[in-house]
């Protein structure tokens, strides 16, 4: 999962970095790999700043003011598979044709193809292993077709409707061409976010144009008439005029309902639904399947959320019970997401790093601890178990989302189907997996109906993590096997052994 942006200020004195940093800031909850900031000045320019870390440590005062010019594209980004490099930081740039940089939330799933076709074909030269860079090179391909000296929108929306064809998998993304403007585009399911909006100008006249992966940036930024980019649409903002267009519709639509279920803010709003409001909708629903498993029996006394993604759902889910919420953890925020940690070990250390279980709270007390969902179960076990350490009697565990069974192909590092918890096992096993005295998962049409119902005309989601449909379609199990050898935590560990490729760095 991955955080993009791009802006272009109207007043072009003014300097967009600022911005684009705060944007990244925004949006450091979907990517703690990595970041960067591309921007364009005088005469077409780019400057580039990126590399490996949090925001924070990437972007220095004095790197940032290197980054002149009123627009830029910016990425935060954590790895989809593999080992992370510093070469692998986006945006990334191609000087032919015309300067293009480009930020991309997601993956493809025909990856290999359009390598073989980049190396044999269009005789382009790709620097590293991820496929952003191959989504770039796709639409550098295409606009070098025309053969022009400058280009035009018509020309852009062509380039990208080759794109749509030959690029499949999930995209978000956002470019920049040197000298002209800011682009962004949708994959035609729209599996991952990306919204619009713009504002009157800080200074003087016009308007300053955003794009964002989540409406939360353009709303602190305060920019207005935000709305969502259309599934296969194309945006683009040139220093003259906004020209968009939708180049494919689907018949049905498929958003990621795991960005409700865990990575979007619960203060942004993705596809028209408000991602808190479809939590603590969970939440109603996750009761539900308590008490219609419990029944006499329930002897709960407490409700405890596991900070942060499910704290709207375990509030609800208390209410709705009529048990006592609590704060039962106390969070240390200065470390990053264990679910997005590389390397097993890693992420159990980092949970007691990261959690303090608080004795009162626990103490003689049957516990219903909640959670967004269970993926590897190494947080959960350790969790569960940091209760009992404090003198809990009994801990049961609840998931806002169903068992995840299966990988996932769309820009989320699930890790292999072996090391998923839930895969092949029933929840009574997940359950004795983890230490729990039960554990409860939310039914699968109860968790796209908490969803769905603040968007009606969304009819579906891609629920792939939970059933195995791949909604675009063409994810083989060749495909599959290649996706689980890179993505285990042993592979992992063996790549780092090995060292990485060296590429080319064009850092700050």
């Not at 968790?447 to 379609?473: E, H, M, Q, W």
Request: charged letters at 25%; one cysteine or more.
């Amino acid at each position: 999962m991955c955080g993009i942006s791009a802006l272009l200020l109207a007043d072009p004195s003014q300097a967009a970095v600022s911005e684009l940093l705060e944007s990244l800031g925004l949006l450091q909850h979907r990517g703690q790999d990595a970041a960067g900031i591309v921007t364009c000045g005088h005469k077409g320019r780019l400057f580039q700043c990126k590399g490996n870390g949090m925001v924070r440590d990437v972007f220095t005062p004095q790197r940032l003011m290197a980054l002149t010019g009123n627009m830029g594209v910016a990425h935060v980004r954590y790895p989809t598979a593999g080992t992370p490099a510093d070469s692998e930081a986006q945006p990334f740039y191609v000087n032919s044709p015309y300067g293009i940089v480009m930020g991309h939330n997601g993956n493809l799933t025909n990856d290999s193809e359009l390598r073989h076709f980049l190396d044999y074909d269009a005789h382009r030269h790709i620097n590293t292993d991820s496929d952003s860079e191959l989504l770039l090179n796709i639409f550098a391909n295409n606009l070098q077709k025309t053969g022009k000296f400058r280009i035009n929108e018509q020309d852009i929306f062509t380039a990208i409707q080759g794109l749509f064809r030959e690029c499949q998998g999930a995209y978000a993304a956002t470019a920049m061409l040197a000298g002209f403007g800011i682009i962004g585009f949708r994959d035609p399911h729209g599996i991952r976010p990306l919204v619009f909006g713009r504002r009157k100008a800080l200074k003087g006249a016009g308007y300053d144009y955003m794009f964002a992966s989540e409406s939360v940036v353009l709303d602190a930024l305060d920019f207005t008439d935000i709305e969502d980019v259309q599934p296969g649409e194309v945006i683009i903002v040139s220093k003259y005029a906004v020209t968009r267009r939708r180049l494919v519709v689907e018949e049905q639509i498929t958003p990621c309902v795991f960005e409700y279920v865990y990575f979007a803010r619960p203060d942004s709003t993705i596809d028209g639904i408000p991602v808190y409001n479809a939590r603590l909708d969970m939440g109603v629903k996750l009761a539900r399947k308590v008490r219609q498993v419990m029944g006499d029996a329930m002897d709960i006394d407490v409700v405890i959320p596991v900070p942060d993604t499910s704290r709207a759902a375990a509030l609800q889910l208390s209410h709705e019970l009529g048990l006592p919420y609590r704060e039962g953890f106390n969070k240390n925020r200065y470390i990053g997401r264990t679910f997005i940690m590389p390397g097993q070990e890693m992420r159990r250390k980092n949970v007691r790093r990261k959690l303090n279980a608080m004795p009162t709270e626990f103490k003689d007390l049957n516990v219903l601890l909640v959670d967004d969902s269970i993926v590897r179960g190494t947080t959960s076990q350790e969790i569960i178990q940091m209760a009992r350490d404090v003198g809990a009697r009994k801990v049961y565990f609840a998931s806002a989302a169903p068992a995840i069974r299966f990988p996932n192909v769309y820009g989320i590092d699930m890790p292999s189907t072996t090391e998923l918890v839930a895969a092949g096992h029933s929840d009574a096993d997940v359950a004795a997996a983890i230490g729990a005295d039960h554990v409860f998962f939310q039914d699968l049409a109860d968790l796209v109906d908490s969803c769905r119902k603040f968007n009606p005309r969304i009819k579906a989601f891609d629920t792939s993590v939970f059933d195995g449909k791949y909604v675009t379609g063409n994810v083989s199990q060749e495909y599959l096997a290649k996706l689980e050898a890179r993505r285990s935590d042993s592979a992992k560990q063996k790549q780092s052994a090995d060292g990485e490729v060296i590429g080319l760095h064009n850092y700050q």
